[in-house]
């Protein structure tokens, strides 16, 4: 039989939707509107598209975007000066510092320098650690993203086997820790990990954060898994450029149960869980219930 194809535009509008109901709520009953901080170092195109995209679903959504557009020259300390400001700022409760930085701008330094509180990437180390020692936190966008496709396809994640392929800090390591908070049985695997499909064959769950074209064939699937793929990756086929994942989706969703495909998997759950990271951020700051379905 095959797949069912996890149709991630539409969760991701679904999700918006919910975002949009809560935010009209929030300044209906508080008075209260989001504010979501996006600031751009630079010029790189990939980012403006990014940064674009951003700003536009924030105040679709009824959000104010403030978005900040620095030269790609901007010091150090005048990167973290805009920070300091943002997180001094009442009408900000969430702020995105787009990545890459200029190789002249210590990243690290700039993400731990965000209040954890509006840091609504979830990188800052402090969510990095509440999020590994299970405590409630700001969680990295895309992970929290295919958590909730995988909630909504499973009626309980406890107990199944999730691989995944991958251990970025911004993916692999943060999808880890969200599945094993939801009780799965969590493998992580990487560039040195011994027979990996074999690995992966034994997953209920299979998530894939490799960054290689199409390297996860059907041989890698357990028949009737759920396949996530997180890849994005641009590729020269008949003259054309295409976008693929890191699943060779035709051979996978013949043995998966459900899989996503790319494009219209993952990818546009990311920015979805951006808006609701930031309505929670609100929330959480003003003392309010937290957003339902919209959290880890
Ligand atoms: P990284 O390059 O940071 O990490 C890739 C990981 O894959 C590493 O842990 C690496 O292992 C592992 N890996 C590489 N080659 C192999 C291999 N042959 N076998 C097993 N493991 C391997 O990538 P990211 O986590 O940032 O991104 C992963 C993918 O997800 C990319 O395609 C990226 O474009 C996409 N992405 C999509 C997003 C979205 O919104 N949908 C958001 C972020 C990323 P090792 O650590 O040993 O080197």
Redesign the pocket.
């Given at each position: 039989m095959a797949a069912e194809i996890i149709d991630g535009k539409a969760f991701a509008a679904k999700v918006r939707e919910k975002v949009a109901t809560q935010v009209a709520r929030l300044k209906a009953d508080h008075g209260l509107v989001p504010g979501l901080a996006v600031v751009l170092v630079g010029e790189d195109p990939a980012s403006q598209v990014y940064v674009r995209s951003k700003g536009k679903q924030t105040v679709e959504c009824g959000m104010n975007s403030y978005e900040h557009k620095l030269e790609a020259t901007t010091s150090e300390a005048d990167l973290l000066a805009l920070i300091a400001r943002l997180n001094a700022d009442a009408a900000v409760h969430g702020i995105l510092v787009q990545l890459p930085l200029p190789g002249h701008i210590n990243e690290d330094l700039v993400i731990n320098t965000i209040d954890p509180a509006k840091d609504v990437d979830g990188f800052h180390i402090s969510n990095v650690g509440l999020l590994g020692t299970g405590q409630k936190s700001m969680v990295p966008c895309?992970p929290l993203g295919c958590l909730m496709m995988l909630r909504a396809h499973h009626a309980s994640l406890s107990g199944l086997n999730a691989v995944v392929?991958?251990?970025?800090n911004?993916?692999?390591k943060p999808m880890a820790n969200l599945l094993l908070k939801d009780s799965c049985t969590v493998t992580i695997?990487?560039?040195?990990?011994k027979d990996?499909a074999a690995l992966c064959r034994g997953a209920d769950i299979l998530v894939a954060?490799?960054?290689?074209p199409e390297?996860i064939t059907g041989d890698y699937v357990k028949p009737g898994a759920t396949v996530i793929d997180?890849?994005?990756?641009r590729i020269e086929r008949d003259g054309k450029t295409k976008l693929v994942g890191?699943v060779d989706f035709a051979s996978a969703a013949a043995v998966a149960g459900a899989i996503t495909p790319v494009p219209g998997g993952?990818?546009p759950m990311?920015i979805a869980c951006l808006l609701a990271n930031t309505l929670t951020a609100t929330c959480r700051a003003n003392g309010l219930a937290e957003p339902e379905g919209l959290t880890a």
């Open positions: 895309t392929v991958g251990r970025s911004i993916v692999g695997a990487h560039s040195r990990t990996l954060a490799v960054g290689r390297m997180v890849g994005i990756n890191d993952v990818g990311t």
